[in-house]
């Protein structure tokens, strides 16, 4: 399983971010609904939209925004509270006023459309106004019917200030003679050490914290019957990491999570859709929530953004499959090529071509050797390889 998974995340890894473009709008209608708050129902909240997929995968809204991801019935996936960060303060729907202050509802509203690679689609959007200043902030789900895909969306039509929830000055964090931040020094010497050192600036790469917690996900009252578990790729390398349980996220430095059940039969893959590298699957999701309902995973932008600007929308998206986690990861990977307009190069020199590399464990990896002029300058030590490649008529193409 584990090659084809890979092989599969590495044919979108090159996704052409700016081709995507928005689906064309759904015309919206407005409705009000009578249960629209969780008290108003002796039984509960009630379902106010659901869409589900021909091969058992169904998200539901409730009345109290609330939503739920389930599979052939089974809820594995349940909503911790809409949480976002504006103007130095957290508002959140639902919210323990020790978290933040409320998030003002104003209304659902429903409808379809057609995006122009993607198909029709169905959506439905909850609408709400942050503070008195009344700034709109519009969430949405969304079902493109072909594809079957459900997207998750953040949408601020008037954009919003001041979302960030930690401060980092990369200025003044990278500055000469800071040393205990920077990422390393810069050898220019034959006894010049690299000194990797990633406390402070690793940990801004690799934060969980977003802005905006919209899908945020905890576990669904039958995921431990299901034996769930979770698989991601983590890092600079891609390096695959799995759990036990919904989870997984790993911050700006994380990839999608594939989440299946014990018998690697049904499968989900989440992922951010748009806006690459801001858009995150967050881990630090307690905005707002009690320990009980505290989201596992959060999407949303990296919390180190300062502001929205108006129009400003992300999205992430949620595939399934009945077939097992490599077979979730194409269907995933299929949609986001379509959407963007990926297309596989013919002749790639990086897969096709015999290449030199000098990292990861190869002997000439500079930086693992304390005089790391032993051997020579990497400039001088690649040209002599080159030129001893080339009388033995061995065809390397290029040097890493």
Known sequence: MAPALITAVALVAGLAHGIWRERDQATLRVFSYPASTSNASPSGPSPVWSRNTTDGLKVILYSDRSYKVLVAGSSWMESSPIALHGGGFWFCDPCIASKGHALDFITFASGSGN???????????????????????????????????????????????????????????????????????????????????????????????????????????????????????????????????????????????????????????????????????????????????KAKICAGTHGHVVSFPPGYSTTTSLSFSKHGPTDAVYKWGKVMQMAHGTKKMQKDPISSKLSYWTDNGAFYSWYKWEDIMKMGSPNEVLIKLSSEFAEKEIPVHYYQ
């Not at 990422?183 to 914290?209: C, M, R, Y």
């Not at 695959?240 to 430095?253: F, H, L, T």
């Open 115 to 293: 995006h122009f690679t993607l198909g029709p689609f169905d959506q439905v959007q909850m609408q709400y106004t942050i503070g008195t200043t009344k700034i709109p902030v519009h969430f949405s789900i969304i079902y493109y019917k072909e594809t079957e895909t459900f997207m998750f969306q953040q949408r601020f039509p008037s954009g919003l200030g001041q979302v960030n929830t930690s401060h980092w000055d990369p200025a003044s964090t990278l500055k000469t003679g800071n040393n205990n931040h920077k990422a390393f020094i810069v050898a220019t010497g034959p006894k010049d050490k690299f000194e990797v050192n990633w406390p402070h600036v690793g940990q801004f790469l690799s934060s969980g914290e977003v802005s905006v917690h919209f899908p945020s996900f905890r576990d669904g009252k039958d995921a431990q019957n299901y034996m769930l578990r979770h698989l991601t790729w983590v890092g600079r390398f891609a390096v695959s990491r799995s759990g036990d349980g919904v989870g997984g996220a790993a911050g700006q430095e994380g990839g999608p999570i594939v989440i299946y059940d014990g018998n690697a039969e049904n499968a989900l893959v989440l992922s951010p859709f748009d806006n690459f590298k801001s858009n995150i699957l967050g881990y630090d999701c307690e905005a707002g929530g009690s320990v009980e309902n």
